[in-house]
């Protein structure tokens, strides 16, 4: 597994395979050579397919969300009538992916969080990211953009956030049904927050 230079990253497609289409032909037009999944990719396995087709011939690294797991608990024991391709994404996703100083992960709820009690006491108020040993972690699931380093949220209204190696990154692209994904820039350590219109 690696990532490219530059890299989609994807949360939250609830089965908009026309949303991924088009957000796939932005990635490819921005030179994007990696799609980084951030689960929930569909709400019901009859919408697998769809989305899993708008993904093929892409690098995939990513990771499943809740829905994938529900919808797959609750098939358990059935016949499925999924195509081989798709069968093989599903198989590909993982719960949490961390390569190199990066992880992807559906849900990230400790990270960061505020602890109104060390305030009280003189601490910093922000939990330790120790934990979290990865430079950038990606997550979805919130439906919510947005992205913080250990000291608390960045302003993100100019439309990217630019990373810098001392700092520690969460950052949430959004949710894909609702038009939102984001592109990160390696090489320019950069992460564009990207919008559908229309």
Not at 18 to 23: H, I, K, P
Not at 40 to 45: A, G, I, K, N, Q
Not at 72 to 99: F, H, K, M, N, Y
Not at 163 to 171: F, G, K, S, T
Request: hydrophobic share 40%.
């Amino acid at each position: 597994m690696r990532f490219g230079r530059r890299v989609g990253i994807i949360g939250d497609v609830h089965g908009a395979d026309g949303l991924l289409t088009r957000a796939l032909a932005a990635c490819r037009a921005a030179g994007v050579e990696t799609v980084a999944l951030l689960g929930d990719l569909f709400d019901r396995l009859e919408q697998a397919d769809a989305v899993a087709r708008a993904l093929d011939g892409w690098h995939i690294v990513g990771v499943r969300g809740n829905h994938e797991r529900e919808a797959l608990l609750a098939t358990s024991g059935e016949q499925r009538d999924i195509r081989p391709a798709t069968a093989a994404l599903l198989c590909s996703l993982q719960d949490r992916v961390i390569l190199d100083d990066v992880c992807l992960v559906h849900e990230e709820d400790g990270w960061g969080r505020h602890d109104p009690v060390a305030t009280l006491f003189g601490g910093s108020g922000w939990l330790s990211t120790r934990h979290y040993p990865a430079w950038i972690t990606f997550a979805g699931h919130t439906h919510v953009r947005h992205a913080r380093d250990e000291r608390g949220p960045l302003d993100i209204g100019r439309g990217s956030v630019t990373l810098v190696p001392y700092r520690r990154y969460l950052i949430n692209p959004g949710a894909l049904v609702n038009g939102q994904f984001a592109i990160w820039d390696r090489e320019g350590s950069e992460v564009k927050f990207c919008d559908l219109k229309g």
